[in-house]
């Protein structure tokens, strides 16, 4: 158990349709990645939120949005959904800032998530 | 360009045999860390192992060992004594600087074992 919990681990929803993906860090870590896995594209980097603030940004759409709230829980926020948004969603936590290269991530069971 | 990337799509091994996974990288950074994650069939990501860019020694972990080799840009993995549960997706990723910047990954190999 890596002590990330992400919530739901299925979603199936239809096309057009908002969904929100949650993530629990490991207690403690203050950053929070979310990664998008699907097939043909390996795992994609999304966004990083660093203690409530956001701190990086990859290849995000601007339909996807995301938050972290003070208790460091974070939410993944997909809307007008399209086939190809189907994929697992990982969330991931790290602990501070620390020495060369950081620390490994820690990563959630994942959401997997089929827009029908 | 690609930061990290893994030429073996797919690799078979025989069970109690070693395999290496290569895995080369390119970076501009001195500080950098290089990490190993498995992904069983269930999907989770496993962290396996870690190198820094300073870290003279290679890394080890069990079975798990990194071959580090920084003028080469490579880290590879070798899993020694395989055993049928190391089938798995394994991936390669790398943080530039030594903050907590994203991890940036490989597109993976899938590693089957053989009884």
């Known amino acids: 158990d890596s002590g990330v919990t992400q919530t739901p681990k299925h979603l199936i929803t239809a096309t057009g349709q908002r969904v929100t993906l949650r993530c629990s860090p490991r207690?403690?870590?203050?950053?929070v990645y979310w990664y998008q896995q699907s097939l043909d594209q390996g795992l994609q980097f999304l966004i990083q939120?660093?203690?409530?603030?956001?701190?990086a940004k990859g290849n995000i759409l601007e339909r996807f949005s995301a938050q972290q709230f003070p208790d460091l829980h974070s939410e993944l926020n997909l809307s007008s959904l399209e086939l190809g948004d189907s994929a697992l969603y990982f969330c991931?936590?790290?602990?501070?800032?620390?020495?060369?290269?950081?620390?490994?991530?820690?990563f959630g069971q994942g959401t997997r998530l089929t827009v029908v | 360009a690609q930061k990290i990337t893994q030429t073996q799509p797919g690799m078979f091994v025989q069970e109690k045999e070693a395999v290496t996974l290569d895995c080369t990288y390119d970076t501009s950074d001195q500080s950098y860390g290089l990490f190993w994650y498995k992904q069983p069939s269930s999907g989770e990501m496993i962290f396996l192992i870690y190198?820094?860019?300073?870290?003279?020694q290679n890394a080890t972990e069990g079975r798990y060992s990194l071959n580090f080799q920084k003028a080469r840009k490579s880290a590879n993995l070798v899993i020694s004594a395989s055993q049928l549960g190391d089938s798995a997706m394994y991936f390669c990723?790398?943080?530039?600087?030594?903050?907590?910047?994203?991890?940036?990954f490989g597109k993976g190999t899938r590693l089957s074992v053989i009884a």
């Open positions: 991931a936590s790290s602990a501070g800032i620390t020495g060369v290269g950081g620390t490994e991530a820690f």
């Open positions: 190198q820094g860019s300073y870290d003279e």
């Open positions: 990723a790398m943080r530039e600087g030594a903050r907590n910047t994203p991890l940036v």
């Open positions: 207690s403690g870590d203050l950053s």
């Open positions: 939120y660093y203690n409530g603030e956001e701190r």
